[in-house]
C-alpha cells in the first residue's frame, strides 16, 4: 500500500512545520511526516522550513541568528487567524519525544543546502537514537553530501536523496550512494521509472503531490508513498483506488 506522508504536518490547513500541524496529520489519517531542519546560533534543531523566520512567524531574521529561547517567543501560527492559541517553533526534540508514543514514520530532511550547519547530521542522528526512532525515519536533503555523511555515521537510518529534476535511472543512483529510496519532484516521477526503481529494490516517495489526478496515479502504480500537504484527501482517495 502506498503510505501518506504529510508534508509539513497537515500544512494543507494548519501552520506548517508546527506540533499541531503533526498531530492533525495523525488524526487525518497520515502514515507518516514530513518535516525540515534547521538550527539555532545555540545549536539547537528546530523545526522550520526556511533559513529565515519571516514567512511562517511574526518575527524577522535568521534561524541561525537566533538564540532558542527567543526564536520560542515567536509565533508561527501567524497567517492562521482563524486558529487560536499560539503555536511555537518545535524543538526537533519535542516532536521526536512525542512521535515516539505513536506509530508514525517521519522523514527529517536537514534543510542544510543554503547553511551548511556543522554537525547536524551527528545532532540529528543522537536524537533519533535516544527515542529509540531509527525504524522509523527517514532522513532526506538535496544535500547529498549530508545524507552520505548521515548513513556513515548512522547505517541503521534510512537515507534518501531528494531530487528537483528527473534523473537518468535514479534508483541506480540511489544505490550508488547506499539509499533505500529516493524523493523526486512529482513531476520527475513518470510510472516507468517508479516501476523500474521499485523491481530494483528501490523506494520512491514522490513530493508535494496535492493534486487528486496525480494521487490516483500515484496509487495506482502502487508507488512507496506519497508527501503531501493534505493527508485527508489522500486518505481518502486512497480508500477509493484498488492497490494490488
Ligand atoms: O521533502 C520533500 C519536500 O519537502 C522538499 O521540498 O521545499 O517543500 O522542503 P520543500
Ligand atoms: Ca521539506
Redesign the pocket.
Known amino acids: 500500500m502506498t503510505l501518506i506522508l504529510a ?2 504536518g497537515y500544512a494543507a490547513e494548519y501552520p506548517e512545520n508546527t506540533l499541531l500541524a503533526f498531530k492533525e496529520a495523525e488524526k487525518a489519517g497520515a502514515d507518516g511526516l ?1 518535516l ?1 531542519v534547521q538550527m539555532t546560533k545555540d545549536g539547537e534543531l528546530v523545526v522550520i ?1 526556511d533559513e529565515k523566520v519571516d514567512r511562517t512567524t511574526d518575527g524577522s531574521g535568521m534561524v541561525k541568528d537566533f538564540n532558542f529561547k527567543d526564536l520560542r517567543q515567536l509565533d508561527a501560527r501567524f497567517k492562521f487567524s482563524s486558529l487560536t492559541g499560539k503555536q511555537q517553533i518545535p524543538a526537533l526534540e519535542e516532536v521526536l519525544e512525542w512521535l515516539a508514543g505513536t506509530r508514525l514514520k517521519c ?1 527529517i ?1 536537514l ?1 542544510n543546502t543554503i547553511m551548511p550547519y556543522e554537525g547536524m547530521e551527528e545532532k540529528v542522528i543522537n536524537m533519533v537514537r535516544k527515542y529509540d526512532l531509527t525504524e522509523r525515519i527517514i532522513i ?1 536533503s ?1 544535500n547529498h553530501y549530508s545524507i552520505v555523511h548521515s548513513y556513515m555515521i548512522a547505517p541503521e537510518i534510512e537515507i534518501a536523496p ?1 531530487l ?1 529534476e528527473g534523473l537518468y535511472m535514479p534508483w541506480v543512483y540511489a544505490q550508488s550512494i547506499r539509499a533505500t529510496g529516493f ?1 523526486p ?1 512529482w513531476r520527475a516521477a513518470p510510472d516507468e521509472i517508479i516501476k523500474a526503481s521499485i523491481e530494483s529494490g528501490i523506494e520512491v ?1 514522490p ?2 503531490v496535492n493534486k487528486d489526478t496525480e494521487l490516483e496515479r500515484l496509487y495506482r502504480v502502487n508507488c512507496s508513498a506519497v ?1 503531501t500537504d493534505d493527508p485527508a484527501k489522500a486518505f481518502r482517495i486512497r480508500g477509493n483506488i484498488k492497490q494490488a
Open positions: 508534508h509539513r514530513e525540515d522550513h522523514n530532511e534543510k532526506s538535496f531528494l528537483s524523493h519532484h516517495r513530493y508535494t508527501i
